[in-house]
């Protein structure tokens, strides 16, 4: 038997190393905690780490270093688990700290895809009436992530699905819907008001996940309407003191 010095490469060992001790952090960790948990030098760690990121396994993010998509593939369906679990927590600790449902989408693929909703008895989540993949127009979600799109994409999906009536109170036309977009600053809340259900208003925050379209919304009663924004802001608020946000989650 060989002895193990002229069969395993010292480099790769020291990068699983640091790979073990991220996938152990899951709100992320600095270069130097990882290089001291690991018995490396921090050039060693911060060289390793680099070139990890790089390549995909790694993804650094306000100082601290995080399992990149790279990593992710190869973990397969527990990571893609351990991931929806960690969206799900965050949005039922929002709900809860806010006192109104939760719901998180993205657009991918052309569509609409609502991937998590948190909501109690006492203030149930909006009810899917009309099919939200048609209605993007008329809810803040919806119009929260055709606001990201490019023109292009935007222009594909109206074709798709028109703007349309839903309630008395819905955009009536798409030139009318498409400056309403244009208005809109590239992090505001995008607030709506009945558009898509009588007797709700909803509010949605884009977020920043690379290529992809998110974006995390509330709803309230109609009659709470005036604790909408400040409610919109707490969110927004507490989704930037996440570490790494929720872009983990996105290729669920």
Do not use: N
Request: net charge neutral; aromatic share 6%; hydrophobic share 40%.
């Amino acid at each position: 038997m060989q002895p193990q010095s002229t069969t395993l490469i010292g480099s790769v060992q020291r990068a699983m190393r640091l790979l073990e001790a991220v996938a152990d952090r899951e709100h992320g960790a600095p270069a130097k905690q990882l290089a001291r948990e690991v018995g490396l030098a921090l050039p060693t760690a911060y060289h390793l780490l680099r070139t990890l990121t790089h390549e995909g396994y790694l993804r650094r993010d306000k100082g601290l270093f995080f399992l990149g998509d790279a990593a992710e593939r190869l973990s397969g369906s527990a990571a893609q688990q351990k991931r929806r679990s960690a969206m799900d927590d965050a949005l039922a600790q929002w709900r809860d700290s806010i006192g109104a449902p939760v719901y998180y989408a993205v657009y991918r693929d052309g569509e609409i895809d609502v991937l998590s909703v948190a909501d109690r008895p006492g203030s149930p989540a909006v009810a899917e009436w009309a099919d939200f993949r048609e209605t993007a127009h008329a809810h803040a979600l919806g119009q929260c992530l055709l606001a990201q799109l490019d023109e292009e994409a935007r222009r594909d999906h109206l074709d798709r699905y028109p703007v349309q009536s839903i309630t008395r109170y819905t955009v009536r036309d798409e030139r009318t819907f498409l400056r309403r977009l244009e208005l809109l600053g590239r992090m505001d809340p995008v607030i709506e008001r009945q558009e898509y259900a009588l007797g709700t208003a909803c509010a949605a925050i884009p977020l920043t996940a690379g290529t992809t379209a998110a974006a995390v919304a509330i709803s309230l009663p109609s009659h709470q309407a005036d604790r909408l924004l400040p409610a919109a802001l707490q969110l927004q608020a507490e989704i930037g003191r996440l570490p790494g946000g929720l872009t983990f989650s996105i290729s669920i």
